[in-house]
């Protein structure tokens, strides 16, 4: 899963200083592609990346859904709920290929220069960019981005860039971002990530504030009209000046993508079948088993279909706030761990369709196995006397329900590690031993389908004499209560790329536990976790880069933060067949915006006539 910088976390900027100037002395080629290790697949003069067709038809409209509501144009603060394509008007300076672990080639600039060392980078804009209304894209407009997004976005931005010292104009067109002294090959791709916003259009308002204003972008589509929580279209940007450059050859060929909100994914479902939108990738396996029996499937209108990919799944999990008194133990989040039945999970509500979560990293060479390597036991040795003791002797393994006795026996284990903690059964209930309080907390969801997950686990802890409340609510109370770590648990999800790095510190570091918006969910603040990120950011190759990932996959699983849940290694997608879509599917898997609208297929799949409300 490719980095993204629609997100919300944080670090402080660091305050390092930067290199001496003599670091300047060396004077590298610019070049349009740049690899995290060794060179990037596509060399200069590529006309367009493998995975898509250069002569795709322009054309059409893309239909699909969201859930929940939005009520803010602006996906760069924690404030609101953005709008599901309210990214799309924006484009970074570079930009990545699906095709590799992690390379990114020229859009907003022209060209890269960075020294061997990675100490610092200079991009060249090109200087044909321009915003929509016409202006032109300068070196001021990228420093402004810098400056905004860092002191007044998300807590993200903060993170990601924490470790530039110091960002500089040396022309209209070209800037240079000086790093603090340390390994971090990654720094340069980063800065490549950063949305490109207009000075002019915000520098007089209100950036920390939800609008309903589109602001000024410069990317392949523009709002073209949206009503709060109904719907937004965005309308493909007829003069827009990157649309024959490499990277964007035979990508954005719809003329219109609209997006239309629904209360949740079942009523949602029942749309997608009336025809109301063209597009559902399914992340529920009971609905992608028994939901799509319907007569445009059978009559080849509907298509089912799995696109492979090589992405890491990333966690999702039971997340527990250790900021609750009740979640410090690791004792007792382990003993939780051992009353959710997965296997029974998958078998009866997941029609068998998953594989259990084992690594933070599943479905990639990034995911720890068996007892670490020679290498990984020169970074964990000196951190022993602040890791747990298992991660040297033993492979971390969920707790599994083996037969019909499995899951009695794992509630034995799970009793006896409660009591460990200090927890003691009173007439049927389990309390503190010491205050007498009870063992009680509140699974908090934002959707009614993992009620039906989450009920059966809570059953599982009643046995053990815990009360645990499962309380969906709206998406706005959600995410205002997940931002403000209001919570006891949730269903949580990092995704993970082939090149994890900087966003590490947004997931785990100390410095973002109590920063509000945060992905540091959990609330983990430990010394050791912080050396393992950093040994990662610092990693100077793609087999030590493996090696540190397994070390900090180790600390995390056997913190027992999580409550590991479930992956598959296909995207599952049904879509009306009014698509055409390039033959090749790369690693990070299908690409939506490389699809195109096949006049002859649209003709013959259902749709509304031209006036007909929607």
């Known amino acids: ?22 670091a300047f002395a060396e004077t590298p080629a610019p070049v349009q592609g740049l690899a995290m290790y060794g060179q990037p697949k596509y060399g200069a003069g590529f006309s367009h990346f493998d995975y898509v067709n250069p002569d795709a038809p322009k054309g059409g409209e893309l239909r699909l859904e969201a859930l929940g509501t939005f009520d803010s144009l602006n996906p760069f603060i924690v404030k609101g709920d953005p709008a599901a394509t309210a990214a799309m008007p924006f484009e970074t300076l570079l930009v990545p290929s699906a095709d590799e672990p992690f390379s990114e080639y020229g859009l907003i600039a022209e060209s890269v220069e960075v020294p061997k060392d990675r100490s610092w980078v200079v991009f060249d804009l090109r200087k044909e960019a321009r915003f929509h209304d016409g202006s032109p894209i300068t070196a001021d407009d990228v420093l402004f981005s810098f400056d905004i997004l860092r002191s007044k976005g998300s807590p993200f931005f903060r993170a990601y860039y924490a470790s530039v010292v110091k960002a500089e104009k040396l022309a209209d067109r070209k800037v240079r971002f000086i790093f603090a002294k340390g390994e971090n090959r990654e720094l340069p791709l980063i800065l490549g990530q950063m949305p490109i916003l207009s000075k002019k259009s915000w520098q007089h308002r209100a950036f920390d504030q939800t609008t309903l204003d589109p602001p000024l972008g410069s990317g392949p589509y523009r709002v073209e009209s949206f009503e709060p929580g109904r719907y937004i279209i965005m309308k493909r940007v007829d003069n827009y000046w990157g649309k024959d450059l490499p990277v964007n050859k035979g990508l954005y060929n719809f003329d219109r993508i609209r997006t239309d909100y629904y209360r949740d994914s079942t009523v949602a479902l029942e749309a997608f079948k009336a025809g109301e939108y063209d597009l559902r990738p399914e992340n529920e396996s009971k609905k992608w088993a028994s939901g799509y029996d319907f007569p445009a499937v059978t009559a080849g209108q509907v298509k089912l279909r799995k696109f492979p990919n090589q992405r890491p799944t990333g966690m999702q999990a039971y997340a527990f706030n250790i900021r609750r008194p009740l979640f410090q133990d690791p004792r007792v989040r382990q003993a939780l761990a051992y009353a959710f039945d997965f296997e029974w999970t998958n078998k009866n509500l997941f029609y068998g369709q998953y594989e259990r979560t084992r690594s933070y990293f599943s479905n990639s060479d990034l995911a720890s196995s068996g007892l670490p390597s020679p290498d990984e036991l020169k970074i964990l040795t000196p951190l022993k006397d602040e890791i747990p003791g298992e991660v040297f002797t033993t492979e971390y393994q969920p707790p599994a329900v083996k037969g019909p006795e499995g899951l009695r026996h794992n509630l034995r284990i799970a009793a006896g590690l409660l009591k460990e903690a200090g927890w003691v059964v009173k007439d049927g209930k389990l309390v503190n031993g010491k205050t007498g309080q009870p063992f009680t907390f509140e699974i908090l969801l934002d959707q009614p389908v993992w009620e039906r997950i989450s009920l059966p686990f809570a059953q599982n802890l009643q046995r053990l004499g815990i009360e645990a409340k499962v309380r969906t609510v709206d998406t706005a109370q959600y995410k205002n209560r997940v931002d403000n770590f209001d919570f006891d648990m949730i269903v949580a999800a990092w995704g993970e790329s082939l090149s994890p790095g900087n966003e590490q510190r947004e997931f785990w570091g100390s410095a973002t536990a109590d920063m509000q918006g945060s992905r ?40 027992h933060y999580v409550i590991p849940h479930w992956h598959i290694s296909y995207d ?21 915006m490389a699809w195109w609208i096949d006049p002859a297929k649209a003709g013959k799949v259902p749709g509304r006539k031209k006036g007909e409300k929607r």
Not at 572 to 592: H, I, L, S
């Open 572 to 592: 599952r997608v049904a879509y009306w067949d009014k698509f055409g879509m390039p033959e090749v599917v790369p690693q990070q898997g299908y690409q939506m």
């Open 520 to 559: 540091n969910l959990v609330g983990i603040k430990s010394k050791a976790i912080d050396t393992l990120i950093g040994e990662v950011v610092a990693a100077p190759d793609r087999p030590s880069l493996v090696t540190r990932v397994h070390a900090l996959d180790r600390v995390l699983l056997w913190g």
């Open 1 to 22: 899963m490719r980095k993204l910088i629609v997100a919300a976390i944080g670090l402080l900027l660091a305050g390092t200083a930067g290199p001496a100037p003599a």
